[in-house]
């Protein structure tokens, strides 16, 4: 059986993640195409994998090519002549959380969404088992050629059209990255103080233990779930120079208050 190549289109945290998946989990060769030079070559050697930079020297009729880029790098590789000429016929997909699975139709007759809804970062690389992967293709046979690259790296595959994974990416960001940016807030309020942030550690951990059982909603603690107007009003008054978290606890807390009526 000939040994299957797949181009990855990226060098980023979403794409050295799927290389290594890809690497370690399946017998498929892998080839990185990147833009900047260093973290496409590094990425490349730590797979003792094949790299290049132009589009004119990707591999040509590889089984799978993955855009691993930004959202507007996706548009701009949409449109890309050259990338027509290699990926034409072929299987390509993009990784993006909202961008329409018809922004490829025009680089190949074969393509789709291989989107994993997880956090990545190139400093840590996840095993991909129980990480969702969410696909979508242009047609039933891309859909099972996909799903089988999928499954190898992957226990959780899911089938998404475009219009449902941006609510998936809208919900995705709220859960991940506003929720990060608040427990930067947290971080804030501590340091004035030394205070470690680790205090907070147990309390983080128990918050999201509780939401893998019973849904948010129904786990809502504080004082605006018990209306506890005095400590409301005081921690307002402990956040009056800090017209930007005053603003955030105001609105978060009104809204807390509504839902608990």
């Known amino acids: 059986m000939t040994e299957k190549l797949i181009v990855i289109i990226g060098a980023g945290n979403v794409a050295t993640n799927l290389a290594f998946a890809f690497k370690n989990k399946t017998e498929a060769k892998i080839h990185i195409h990147g833009k900047t ?53 072929n299987l390509i997909v993009h990784t993006a959380g909202s961008i329409d699975i018809e922004v490829l139709k025009n680089i190949s007759g074969n393509y789709g969404v291989f989107y994993p809804l997880q956090t990545f970062s190139k400093n840590k690389i996840l095993d991909f088992t129980n990480i969702p992967i969410c696909i979508e293709a242009s047609s039933g046979f891309n859909y099972n050629k996909l799903r089988k ?99 955030i606890y105001s609105f978060v807390s009104e809204n807390i208050l509504k839902s608990e009526k």
């Open 37 to 89: 030079e260093k973290s496409t070559k590094n990425l490349a050697e730590k797979l003792n994998a094949p790299y290049s930079f132009k589009v004119k020297e990707i591999p040509q009729n590889a089984d799978l090519y993955i855009l691993s880029v930004n959202d507007d790098a996706v548009f701009d590789l949409a449109e890309n002549t050259l990338l027509k000429e290699k990926a034409e016929n």
């Open 149 to 247: 690259f999928a499954l190898e790296i992957s226990e959780d595959v899911r089938n998404f059209n475009s219009e449902q994974r941006k609510y998936i990416h809208l919900a995705a960001v709220f859960a991940n990255n506003f929720t990060n940016r608040i427990l930067t807030f947290a971080e804030e309020i501590l340091d004035e103080k030394d205070i470690d942030f680790n205090i907070l550690y147990p309390l983080i951990e128990e918050t999201f233990s509780k939401i893998q059982k019973e849904k948010p909603s129904k786990i809502q603690t504080g004082p605006a779930a018990r209306n506890d107007k005095t400590i409301l009003k005081l921690h307002l008054e402990m956040l009056k120079n800090k017209p930007d978290l005053y603003k």
